[in-house]
């Protein structure tokens, strides 16, 4: 099955500054890759997403990157905010066709930003 | 149009009581899941339900079982819980399609505690 490695697991940074978290994935059947965002006492918001025929996606103040050849994507944060303190979950899934299957997630990062 | 909502919010059970956790969508979703979050760990895929009349096990499935009841109600029930199933669960639906790249949109969860 798929395994999810998240780094870091915490990331602090100064307001305005950028943020970067990484993860790896295992399976190279994987090719859909959502990052949410967790506050405290609330479900998991998905923020952005990227499919695996694309290399990067942009939102406004967040991008993700994707490379499949190193099994790696990213996401970045960039004029950071006091709103964007939360953890922050990447996942990953493979492509099943007409059924569905579970996300597989990676442990999470808090990211704390200081005013 | 209130999403996923799970009921209860939260809830405290002694070792060996059952109870059953309720999830329900009004987003015409096909596919339904149950996660559960530790500390540290993720969320991890207990269960889900690619289409109604359809369940399959996820990564954690011992000590569960489910029932996807109609199109918008997908349930948790634990027989007889354990100190080890204290966790938060979250309930999430995704894909008017039923593929598995579909968003899956997340509850509020429901904070189980077993003594």
């Known amino acids: 099955g798929e395994n999810v490695e998240q780094h870091p697991s915490t990331l602090s940074v100064q307001e305005g500054d950028s943020a970067v978290i990484k993860c790896t994935y295992s399976?190279?059947?994987?090719?859909?890759f959502p990052w949410y965002k967790q506050e405290l006492g609330k479900g998991p918001q998905l923020i952005i997403d990227?499919?695996?025929?694309?290399g990067e996606k942009k939102d406004q103040r967040i991008a993700v990157t994707l490379n499949k050849t190193a099994k790696h994507f990213s996401l970045h944060i960039t004029e950071t905010q006091p709103e964007d303190s939360a953890v922050y979950f990447c996942a990953a899934i493979p492509y099943s066709g007409g059924g569905a299957d579970g996300l597989t997630f990676g442990k999470g990062t808090h990211l704390i930003i200081q005013p | 149009n209130a999403g996923v909502t799970q009921t209860p919010k939260f809830q405290v059970l002694k070792t060996g009581q059952s109870m059953t956790l309720q999830c329900a969508q009004d987003m015409n979703h096909n596919s339904m899941y149950w996660y559960r979050q530790d500390p540290g760990m993720g969320l991890r895929l207990i269960y889900y339900?690619?289409?109604?009349?359809?369940?399959d096990k996820g990564e954690v499935p011992n000590g569960y079982n489910v029932s996807r009841l109609n199109k918008r109600e997908f349930s948790l029930r634990l027989e007889s819980a354990a100190p080890s199933q204290t966790s938060v669960y979250f309930c999430a639906s995704s894909g008017a399609i039923g593929l598995s790249t579909d968003t899956q949109y997340f509850g509020p969860g429901t904070r189980l505690t077993v003594l």
């Open positions: 990227i499919r695996s025929n694309v």
């Open positions: 339900s690619a289409s109604e009349g359809t369940t």
């Open positions: 399976d190279s059947a994987s090719n859909y």
